[in-house]
C-alpha cells in the first residue's frame, strides 16, 4: 500500500501519467520512471539528473571555440551517448503511459522530445549549405536543462499558478501593446526619420525599450516635446513594470492555501478534496475526522 498511494496521487495530477497496465512490466516500469518516492525510482531520478546536467555542460563546453577544437571527438561521442540514453527514455515513458500521444504533446513530453531531436536531425543536415541550421539545432539541445523541472516538486506548483493567471496576465500583455502601439505612432510622428524613427514599427521598439526602463540608447529623442513624452512613458513604465509579477504572485498565495487545506485520502491518495469533505470524491473511502 506504501507504493501504490503514492503512484495514485501521481496519476491524479496528470491523466498522461496513468500507467498503461495495472500491473505486469509496464507498471513497475512506470513506478520506476513517474514516481520519486524512495527506493529504485529516486536512484533512477538522479542517475537522469546527472546525465541531463552532464549533457547541458558538454553543449555549453563545445560551444568554446578552443575546446571545440581539442576535444571535437570526445565532445561528439558524449552528445550521442546522452542522445541515445535520453531517446531510450523517452520511448519507454512512450511505452508505459496509459496514453502515449497526449504524453507527446505535455509539456515534459515536448521537453523530452526537443532534447534528442536536434541531434538526430543534424544527420539529415551535413552539407556545408546547412552550417547554420546544424547550429541552430545545437543550441536547442540546451532545452534539456527544462528536464529538470520534472523533478522539483514546487514546479507544478508554479505552473499551475501561472496557468490560472494566464488570461489576468494576458490582459495586462495585450494593454502594454496598445500603449506600445500608441506611443510609437505618436514618436514617429515628433521626430520622425531625420532623428532616427525610420518607421512606426522601430518607434514601438524604442516605446518598448523606454517603458522596460532598459534605455539601449540607440534610438533617442531630439526634440523637446519628444523627450517629454519620452519622460512620460518612462513614468508608466515604472507603475505597471510590477503588475505582472503582483497578478502571479496572488495566484501563487492562493494555490498554496488551497493546497495547505486540502484534505488527503488514506486509501488512494487522492488530495484535492475540500477541508469540510467527508468522503473520497475517487475511491467513496471515509476521510476520517
Same mark, same amino acid.
Not at 503512484?7 to 520506476?32: I, K, M, N, T, Y
Not at 518607421?199 to 526602463?213: G, H, L
Not at 488551497?258 to 470524491?281: I, K, N, W
Given at each position: 500500500?506504501?507504493?501504490?498511494?503514492?503512484?495514485?496521487?501521481?496519476?491524479?495530477?496528470?491523466?498522461?501519467?496513468?500507467?498503461?497496465?495495472?500491473?505486469?512490466?509496464?507498471?513497475?516500469?512506470?513506478?520506476?520512471?513517474?514516481?520519486?518516492?524512495?527506493?529504485?525510482?529516486?536512484?533512477?531520478?538522479?542517475?537522469?539528473?546527472?546525465?541531463?546536467?552532464?549533457?547541458?555542460?558538454?553543449?555549453?563546453?563545445?560551444?568554446?571555440?578552443?575546446?571545440?577544437?581539442?576535444?571535437?571527438?570526445?565532445?561528439?561521442?558524449?552528445?550521442?551517448?546522452?542522445?541515445?540514453?535520453?531517446?531510450? =527514455?523517452?520511448?519507454?515513458? $512512450?511505452?508505459?503511459?496509459? @496514453?502515449?500521444? *497526449?504524453?507527446?504533446?505535455? %509539456?515534459?513530453?515536448? /521537453?523530452?522530445?526537443?532534447?534528442?531531436?536536434?541531434?538526430?536531425?543534424?544527420?539529415?543536415?551535413t552539407g556545408s549549405q546547412y552550417l547554420l541550421v546544424v547550429r541552430i539545432l545545437r543550441i536547442l539541445r540546451i532545452f534539456r536543462v527544462l528536464k529538470l523541472a520534472r523533478?522539483?516538486? =514546487?514546479?507544478?506548483?508554479? $505552473?499551475?499558478?501561472?496557468? @490560472?493567471?494566464? *488570461?489576468?496576465?494576458?490582459? %495586462?500583455?495585450?494593454? /502594454?501593446?496598445?500603449?506600445?502601439?500608441?506611443?510609437?505612432?505618436?514618436?514617429?510622428?515628433?521626430?520622425?526619420?531625420?532623428?532616427?524613427?525610420?518607421?512606426?514599427?522601430?518607434?514601438?521598439?524604442?516605446?518598448?525599450?523606454?517603458?522596460?526602463?532598459?534605455?539601449f540608447g540607440d534610438i533617442a529623442p531630439h526634440t523637446p516635446l519628444g523627450q517629454f513624452v519620452t519622460s512620460i512613458l518612462i513614468l508608466i513604465g515604472y507603475g505597471i513594470i510590477a503588475v505582472p509579477t503582483g497578478i502571479?504572485?496572488?495566484?501563487?498565495?492562493?494555490?498554496?492555501?488551497?493546497?495547505?487545506?486540502?484534505?488527503?485520502?488514506?486509501?488512494?491518495?487522492?488530495?484535492?478534496?475540500?477541508?469540510?469533505?467527508?468522503?473520497?470524491?475517487?475511491?467513496?473511502?471515509?476521510?476520517?475526522?
Amino acid at each position: 500500500m506504501s507504493q501504490s498511494r503514492p503512484a495514485a496521487a501521481a496519476s491524479h495530477l496528470d491523466p498522461r501519467f496513468e500507467a498503461a497496465s495495472a500491473s505486469g512490466w509496464r507498471r513497475r516500469v512506470f513506478e520506476v520512471i513517474f514516481h520519486h518516492h524512495h527506493g529504485l525510482p529516486r536512484a533512477f531520478d538522479v542517475s537522469l539528473i546527472v546525465a541531463i546536467v552532464a549533457s547541458v555542460m558538454v553543449v555549453i563546453l563545445d560551444s568554446e571555440p578552443e575546446l571545440h577544437e581539442r576535444y571535437h571527438r570526445l565532445f561528439y561521442t558524449l552528445e550521442w551517448a546522452f542522445t541515445l540514453i535520453f531517446t531510450a =527514455e523517452y520511448l519507454t515513458r $512512450l511505452a508505459v503511459v496509459k @496514453r502515449p500521444t *497526449r504524453y507527446a504533446r505535455s %509539456f515534459f513530453g515536448v /521537453i523530452d522530445l526537443l532534447s534528442i531531436l536536434p541531434t538526430w536531425l543534424s544527420l539529415l543536415f551535413t552539407g556545408s549549405q546547412y552550417l547554420l541550421v546544424v547550429r541552430i539545432l545545437r543550441i536547442l539541445r540546451i532545452f534539456r536543462v527544462l528536464k529538470l523541472a520534472r523533478y522539483v516538486d =514546487e514546479a507544478g506548483l508554479l $505552473l499551475l499558478s501561472l496557468q @490560472r493567471s494566464r *488570461r489576468k496576465i494576458l490582459v %495586462f500583455v495585450f494593454a /502594454i501593446l496598445t500603449l506600445v502601439v500608441i506611443f510609437g505612432a505618436l514618436m514617429f510622428q515628433i521626430e520622425g526619420p531625420e532623428n532616427g524613427f525610420t518607421s512606426i514599427p522601430v518607434a514601438m521598439y524604442w516605446a518598448i525599450v523606454t517603458m522596460a526602463t532598459v534605455g539601449f540608447g540607440d534610438i533617442a529623442p531630439h526634440t523637446p516635446l519628444g523627450q517629454f513624452v519620452t519622460s512620460i512613458l518612462i513614468l508608466i513604465g515604472y507603475g505597471i513594470i510590477a503588475v505582472p509579477t503582483g497578478i502571479y504572485t496572488a495566484e501563487l498565495a492562493n494555490t498554496l492555501r488551497e493546497r495547505g487545506s486540502a484534505r488527503t485520502c488514506d486509501a488512494c491518495g487522492h488530495d484535492r478534496h475540500e477541508p469540510a469533505a467527508g468522503f473520497c470524491s475517487r475511491c467513496g473511502e471515509g476521510l476520517g475526522q
